[in-house]
Structures are given as structure tokens and as C-alpha cells.
């Protein structure tokens, strides 16, 4: 069992900036990979981010850093749209990276940007 505990939503103005945590505990064996995937309002949820790859909606703009000491993932979002309004998911699997199969997912976080 592994819990996923998701920080540092909240409202931000167009072109600004939000940085997403993502603690990971419990059976935390190695290989293993987490990721991140949001869904907006009335939208199905998409993938978000990897160690290995991004969205191309995001790239250039959100950046995934990990701290492995702390089992925590991190989100770097700049220069922020309206369009990036959505709950954001943190996931966890065992393994490689993937952008669609995961083991354990947190709670979401809402991120709001207004123009």
C-alpha cells in the first residue's frame, strides 16, 4: 500500500507560477515511478508529466523534479494558463514510467488560473 499526499494547489493569475508537491509512503520499493495527470471540469483526466516525458501542452512550461531521500515528486508550473485550470492527480507505480498505468493515486489538488 503505498499513500500519496498532494500539496501547494491554489488560485494563480495567468503567467504566473505554482510548484505541486507530491509526498509518496508506505511500500515504497524500488524500481518505482510517479507521475502526474490532471482533469479539468467536464473533461476526461490526461497525463500531465513523468520523469521521462511530458505533455506537449506543458512542455516548456512545467518542469517534474524528484527528491528520492523524501519520496517526493514535485511539479514546476510556469507561465501558467486559464487552460490549465484542473484537479491535479499525483500517481504512483511500481516500475518504469508510464503515462497511463498506475498503481496508487492521491486525492487531487485544485489548481485555479485566472486571467
Known amino acids: 500500500q503505498v499513500q500519496l499526499v498532494e500539496s501547494g494547489g491554489g488560485l494563480v493569475q495567468a503567467g504566473g507560477s505554482l510548484r505541486l508537491s507530491c509526498a509518496a509512503s508506505g511500500r515504497i520499493v524500488r524500481p518505482y515511478a510517479m507521475g502526474w495527470f490532471r482533469q479539468a471540469p467536464g473533461k476526461e483526466r490526461e497525463f500531465v508529466a513523468t520523469?521521462?516525458y511530458y505533455a506537449e501542452s506543458v512542455k516548456g512550461r512545467f518542469t517534474i523534479s524528484r527528491d528520492n531521500a523524501k519520496n517526493t515528486v514535485y511539479l514546476q508550473m510556469n507561465s501558467l494558463k486559464p487552460g490549465d485550470t484542473a484537479v491535479y492527480y499525483c500517481a504512483f507505480r511500481y516500475g518504469d514510467p508510464s503515462t497511463d498505468a498506475y498503481d496508487y493515486w492521491g486525492q487531487g489538488t485544485q489548481v485555479t488560473v485566472s486571467s
Open positions: 520523469s521521462t
